[in-house]
């Protein structure tokens, strides 16, 4: 139990001054799009960076919870760690390997020749071919068999560790590596396309913005606009009623200079 103490005051030695770095990057998962613009250049990088950060975490929780969870199936029911599943296993994830290797192979001339204007070339139709026949089905199929056979033979290696040495704290004392490093380099393999695939298809936002005056405003709207909430710099953001979720349309209000602003957002796809 010593180890794991003192692995746990060395991780908080090394990442307790970044404590005071994470409220505020963690402060731009919550913005969106319409606070970004008001943001610096950084602003956007901060928002992704947060967004990244969180979907890791959860994705690693999410497979620490699945290799204990066949940890408990295996060790309910050996038959489970038979040769013959494992190889089925193997096989699974060496073509989900092969799809992922297609689809990052394939990626690579979509931004580069689209640059170039060379649409009608044959190299760019056949990786944009290739990209939506994969995005269609296989690559979700890839990314679940890719989750799941990883999560399988991290509890494979777990329950061999265990059936070594039955005390439990003393074998996670001894491989902590494997317990707690090996998920982060899973979480990274089988995530990285997904990354890839969000990357490539969130849309750029963009808001154009146009002066206007209240009697105008008031001709514009039948309904009532809703006040979502008051900015820093003491600027109001309203919006009308089916507006509130997607911030499609925003009128923003500022009262010390008494004057109105339209917003209207723009969804640019790469």
Same mark, same amino acid.
């Given at each position: 139990m010593t180890t794991v103490i003192d692995f746990i005051g060395n991780a908080l030695k090394t990442f307790g001054p970044l404590a005071i770095v994470f409220p505020f990057i963690f402060g731009y998962f919550y913005k969106n799009d319409l606070d970004i613009i008001f943001e610096q250049k950084q602003g956007r990088f901060f928002k992704k960076f947060a967004n990244f950060i969180v979907a890791f975490l959860a994705f690693y929780l999410l497979l620490q919870i699945t290799v204990f969870t066949l940890y408990s199936l295996i060790f309910a029911?050996?038959?489970?760690?038979?040769?013959?599943?494992?190889?089925?296993?193997?096989? !699974?994830? /060496?073509?989900? #390997?092969?799809?992922?290797?297609?689809? %990052? @192979?394939?990626?690579?001339?979509? &931004?580069?020749?689209?640059?170039?204007?060379?649409?009608?070339?044959?190299?760019?139709?056949?990786?944009?071919?290739?990209?939506?026949?994969?995005?269609?089905?296989?690559?979700?199929?890839s990314v679940c068999i890719a989750f799941f056979t990883c999560s399988y033979f991290q509890a494979l290696n777990i329950n061999t560790l265990f059936l070594k040495n039955e005390n439990v704290s003393k074998t996670f004392e001894n491989n902590l590596g494997t317990f707690i490093g090996?998920? !982060?380099? /899973?979480?990274? #393999?089988?995530?990285?396309?997904?990354? %890839? @695939?969000?990357?490539?298809?969130? &849309?750029?936002?963009?808001?154009?913005?146009?002066?206007?005056?209240?009697?105008?405003?008031?001709?514009?709207?039948?309904?009532?606009?809703?006040?979502?909430?008051?900015?820093?710099?003491n600027q109001w953001i309203l919006v009308e009623p089916q507006h509130r979720i997607t911030l499609q349309e925003v009128y923003v209000y500022n009262p010390d200079k008494d004057?109105?602003?339209?917003?209207?957002?723009?969804?640019?796809?790469?």
């Open positions: 029911f050996p038959v489970l760690s038979h040769s013959i599943i494992q190889l089925i296993a193997i096989i !699974l994830i /060496l073509l989900a #390997f092969l799809v992922y290797l297609l689809y %990052i @192979y394939a990626w690579t001339f979509i &931004p580069v020749e689209k640059n170039r204007e060379t649409i009608q070339k044959k190299r760019y139709k056949r990786s944009k071919w290739i990209i939506d026949t994969i995005e269609k089905r296989a690559l979700f199929i090996v998920p !982060l380099f /899973l979480v990274l #393999f089988t995530g990285s396309v997904i990354f %890839i @695939y969000r990357f490539n298809k969130r &849309p750029k936002c963009f808001y154009t913005m146009s002066l206007i005056d209240y009697d105008t405003l008031q001709k514009a709207n039948k309904e009532e606009l809703i006040h979502l909430y008051t900015r820093k710099d004057k109105w602003y339209f917003y209207k957002k723009i969804d640019e796809t790469n």
